[in-house]
């Protein structure tokens, strides 16, 4: 069955960096569209960053625009999401997800695929 395992949460301080990463198993990696959501207690889910097939274009949200960049690498089938400059209203469960489609990568419910979650927190 299809697995997706995120790793690297922690709790750091703002302004400091964390990477995150995200292992998939029983799924053609190289197929899917990977993205990376978060959500924080009593908010809903959002869309973060996300990366097309061969890692050539992404996408992020604007509130991380410039502070998170998403990668992927199809031989180890893992996808990353470096996190520089935390604020913290960073701090969030953060989750991978694998999207099959062609549908708007910015959608949670455009994915097939979800992980468990990570935490991150960013202590002020």
């Known amino acids: 069955q299809v697995q997706l395992v995120e790793s690297g949460g922690g709790l750091v301080q703002a302004g400091g960096s964390l990477r995150v990463s995200c292992a998939a198993s029983g799924l053609t990696f190289s197929r899917y569209r990977m993205g990376w959501f978060r959500q924080a207690p009593g908010k809903e889910r959002e869309f973060v960053a996300a990366v097309t097939w061969n890692g050539d274009y992404s996408y992020y949200a604007d509130s991380v625009k410039g502070r998170f960049t998403i990668s992927r690498e199809n031989a180890k089938n893992t996808v990353y999401l470096q996190m520089n400059s935390l604020k913290p209203e960073d701090t969030a469960a953060y989750y991978c997800?694998?999207?099959?489609?062609?549908?708007?990568?910015?959608?949670?419910?455009?994915?097939?695929?979800w992980g468990q979650g990570t935490q991150v927190t960013v202590s002020s």
């Open positions: 997800a694998a999207n099959g489609g062609w549908g708007r990568i910015d959608l949670p419910d455009q994915y097939d695929y």
